[in-house]
């Protein structure tokens, strides 16, 4: 793990055209976005096109990083925004799919037919695209409170009620499914 | 309840915290987490919630974390590699994706841009028109316009 003075230097080099400085960033991120991008997009290929966007912008605008925000922040309100830009243009379509996981949520036909991960994933899909993003910065990308709400440019309070709003529908549609279920879940 | 700094919290807050950010201590916030944890400690209440929020936890955690393409590696970390021309073209990319309708602000400007260049030129090689009040001019002026009639008049 690359320390917060380590970083600063990186990212100066990085500004000076450094591209082992660059290099060595990019490794230590490129995974973390290319997760965060899916969790909102939920397609690989076009989460692969914001990591190749947001790492592009850190290479082109290294200069407008401010040392008083983790470069790990920096990289996700990057991609959030890319991600949220993608979302408005594919609206319609991300509704479509909302619809259809919806239409299919039925406890006994998902289980049935799908791997949990995926029905995790789809739960997940369904979610207003802030409360996905949310549980993405926070559960799965390790973002702090605070980290996470500048993110998604909000305030901490609103951040923890995306957060509380989305557990409650996930809790419902995967964990209250799944006792119901019992042990034909695990399948 | 008080923990050893002296900050309190109550199950209703504590139960807030959990909902939102589970049941890993890890997740949350800061400034509440020994309170917390001290909390939880001393309340069977919490334990329970506590134990509930993790099983969504574990559901959350049974989706695997992707690894990216060999093929992303190679092309991110090409990057530095690119001409100087691809990273202007980017930045404007960067300002099409921040304006809407950058495309139709774009035809404007280069219209708008022709019109202005042309009053301006127009303005610099265009020889000022001279206004004369002399009587002669008038008449010459005049003659030319009535020329065909006064012909017509002066014709046997």
């Known amino acids: 793990l690359i320390d917060k003075k380590e970083e600063i230097e990186l990212m100066q080099r990085v500004g000076q055209g450094d591209a082992v400085s660059y290099r060595i960033l990019a490794d230590e991120h490129l995974r973390s976005i290319v997760n965060y991008a899916y969790r909102l997009l939920t397609d690989r290929t076009e989460a692969e096109d914001i990591a190749q966007e947001t790492f592009l912008r850190l290479w082109t605008h290294a200069n407008d990083w401010q040392p008083q925000s983790r470069l790990s922040t920096w990289l996700h309100r990057v991609a959030h925004n890319l991600c949220i830009d993608r979302l408005r243009q594919h609206r319609e379509q991300v509704a479509e799919q909302v619809e259809r996981v919806r239409a299919t949520d039925r406890p006994s036909s998902l289980v ?4 949990l991960a995926e029905f995790v ?6 979610l207003p695209e802030r409360q996905r993003a949310a549980i993405g910065l926070v559960h799965y990308q390790g973002l702090s409170n605070i980290e996470a709400a500048q993110v998604m440019d909000v305030s901490v309070d609103a951040l923890e009620s995306l957060l509380a ?3 409650g529908t996930l809790r419902k549609n995967l964990v209250d499914i799944k006792e119901i279920n019992g042990d034909d879940y695990e399948r | 309840m008080k923990d050893k700094l002296g900050k309190t919290l109550d199950l209703d807050r504590f139960r807030t915290i959990v909902d939102a950010f589970g ?33 969504l936890d ?6 695997p974390l992707l690894q990216p393409s060999p093929e992303l590696e190679r092309i991110v970390a090409a990057i530095p590699e690119r001409p100087r021309s691809a990273s202007n073209r980017t930045e404007l990319d ?13 035809s404007a400007l280069v219209a708008t841009l022709a019109v202005v260049l042309g009053i301006i030129t127009g303005a610099a090689t265009a020889e000022p028109m001279s206004i004369s009040n002399n009587s002669t001019d008038w008449e010459d002026f005049a003659s030319l316009a009535f020329v065909s009639e006064l012909d017509q008049e002066l014709s046997p």
């Open chain 1, 112 to 115: 049935a037919r799908k791997q």
């Open chain 1, 121 to 126: 994933e789809d739960a997940m899909a369904a």
């Open chain 1, 165 to 167: 709003r989305a557990r």
């Open chain 2, 23 to 55: 049941a890993d201590p890890s997740r949350w916030p800061e400034t509440e987490k020994e309170a917390a944890l001290f909390f939880l400690a001393n309340s069977v209440e919490a334990a329970a919630i506590v134990d509930r929020a993790a099983q």
């Open chain 2, 58 to 63: 574990k559901m959350l955690d049974r989706v």
């Open chain 2, 94 to 106: 960067n300002w099409q994706t921040m304006v809407p309708f950058a495309s139709l602000w774009q």
